[in-house]
Nanobody
Framework: VQLQASGGGSVQAGGSLTLSCAASRRAFRGYGMGWFRQVLGKEREFVAAIAWSDYTNYADFVKGRFTISRDSGKNTFYLQMNSLKPEDTAVYYC??????????????????WGWGTQVTVSS
């Protein structure tokens, strides 16, 4: 199972970025998918998750600003990030769990992880 995150970059506060996570077909079908982020020296934290049913879950600090979605035809899921703030600066990771119903905030429930992509928001 392979996941590959992309789309990170540098943006000014108030700007937008879209992260993508390309998954192998095996990983994508029937799996729950999530995004997490980590700041150097801090623990990795939950950002958003989407179940196979498209039910979603968001961390409070991104509600109304970030949107998680999936494109079954492309085996890819996304994190649309709007109204970015400097505190959103982090390395963002995508992850997958075989539990397709999961929209878990607990990173230990995710079996597969992609390499991170850096997001930097300047003030």
């Amino acid at each position: 199972v392979q996941l590959q995150a992309s789309g990170g970059g540098s943006v000014q506060a108030g700007g937008s970025l879209t992260l993508s996570c390309a998954a192998s077909r095996r990983a994508f079908r029937g799996y729950g998918m999530g995004w997490f982020r980590q700041v150097l020296g801090k623990e990795r934290e939950f950002v958003a998750a989407i179940a196979w049913s498209d039910y979603t879950n968001y961390a409070d600090f991104v509600k109304g600003r970030f949107t998680i979605s999936r494109d079954s035809g492309k085996n890819t899921f996304y994190l649309q990030m709007n109204s970015l703030k400097p505190e959103d600066t982090a390395v963002y990771y995508c992850a997958a769990t075989p539990n397709g119903y999961a929209i878990s905030t607990d990173q230990s429930e995710y079996t597969y992880w992609g390499w991170g992509t850096q997001v930097t928001v300047s003030s």
